[in-house]
C-alpha cells in the first residue's frame, strides 16, 4: 500500500495569512492526489483534484501543486470558515489511502 | 446535484454484524460508483472499498476482505454496506461517497453525513 504523510500534523494561523501543507507519498503517484476539507462533525469536502485542479465552487484562494511524491497545498487569505482538516488521497494505486490530514485552527 | 443519506447510528456488540445504508436522489444509483470510507474517532480517513466501473466489480481493502459487503439496489438506489465479526476497533463514522460520474470513479465529489457505529460489550 502507499503510505502518505502529511506535515505539519496541526498549525494555528490568522485571518488573512497564508497557510501551507505538505503531502508526501512513499512511491510515485504521478499527479493522482486530492485534496479534502472536512469541519468538525461533517463530512470531507473536495477541494483540489488531479494534484492542482480546483474543484467547482471552491474559492480560488486554495491552490495545490507538485508531482511525483511531494505535494504542497495553500491557502492564501486564510478565512474563518476554512478552520477544520485537511486530507490528501492519493489514487494511483488501490487501495485508496488518505493522509493522516492537517488540523488547521485560528489563532 | 447527487445527494447522499445515510441511514442513523447503531450501536451493536462485538462479534455482531453491522448494515449501513446509502440512498442516492438526484441521479440513479448505476450513474455512479459509491465508495465507503470510514473515520475512527479522532483518526483519519480509511478507504474500505466500492465500485470499479472499469472492470464492473466491488473492490474492497485487503485489510476488509472476507469481513464486508458491499451492495446495491438499483430499484431503490441505495448502497450498503455490511460488516461483520465487529470489535471495538470498529467503531467509527462510516461514510459513502461518489465521484459526478463513472469515468472520474476515484474522485470522491459528493458524501453521505456518516454514520456513526459504536462496538461495545
Known amino acids: 500500500d502507499i503510505q502518505m504523510t502529511q506535515s505539519p500534523s496541526s498549525l494555528s494561523a490568522s485571518v488573512g495569512d497564508r497557510v501551507t501543507i505538505t503531502c508526501q507519498a512513499s512511491q510515485d503517484i504521478s499527479n493522482f492526489l486530492h485534496w479534502y476539507h472536512q469541519k468538525p462533525g461533517k463530512a470531507p469536502k473536495l477541494l483540489i483534484f488531479?494534484?492542482?485542479n480546483l474543484e467547482t465552487g471552491v474559492p480560488s484562494r486554495f491552490s495545490g501543486s507538485g508531482a511525483g511524491t511531494e505535494f504542497t497545498f495553500t491557502i492564501t487569505n486564510l478565512q474563518p470558515e476554512d478552520v477544520g482538516t485537511y486530507h490528501c488521497?492519493?489514487?494511483?494505486?488501490?487501495?485508496?489511502?488518505f493522509g493522516p490530514g492537517t488540523k488547521v485552527d485560528i489563532k | 446535484q447527487v445527494q447522499l443519506v445515510q441511514s442513523g447510528a447503531e450501536v451493536t456488540k462485538p462479534g455482531a454484524s453491522v448494515k449501513v445504508s446509502c440512498k442516492v436522489s438526484g441521479c440513479t444509483l448505476t450513474d455512479l460508483a459509491v465508495h465507503w470510507v470510514r473515520q475512527a474517532p479522532g483518526k483519519g480517513l480509511e478507504w474500505m472499498g466500492g465500485?470499479?466501473?472499469?472492470?464492473?466489480?466491488?473492490i474492497y481493502a485487503q485489510k476488509f476482505q472476507g469481513r464486508v459487503t458491499m451492495t446495491e439496489d438499483p430499484s431503490t438506489d441505495t448502497a450498503s454496506m455490511e460488516l461483520s465479526s465487529l470489535t471495538s476497533e470498529d467503531t467509527a463514522v462510516y461514510f459513502c461517497?461518489?465521484?459526478?460520474?463513472?469515468?472520474?470513479?476515484?474522485?470522491?465529489?459528493?458524501w453521505g453525513q456518516g454514520t456513526l457505529v459504536t462496538v461495545s460489550s
Open positions: 488521497q492519493q489514487y494511483n494505486n488501490l487501495p485508496f489511502t
Open positions: 465500485f470499479d466501473p472499469e472492470d464492473a466489480e466491488t
Open positions: 461517497a461518489t465521484a459526478k460520474n463513472r469515468n472520474t470513479w476515484y474522485s470522491f465529489n459528493s
Open positions: 488531479d494534484g492542482s
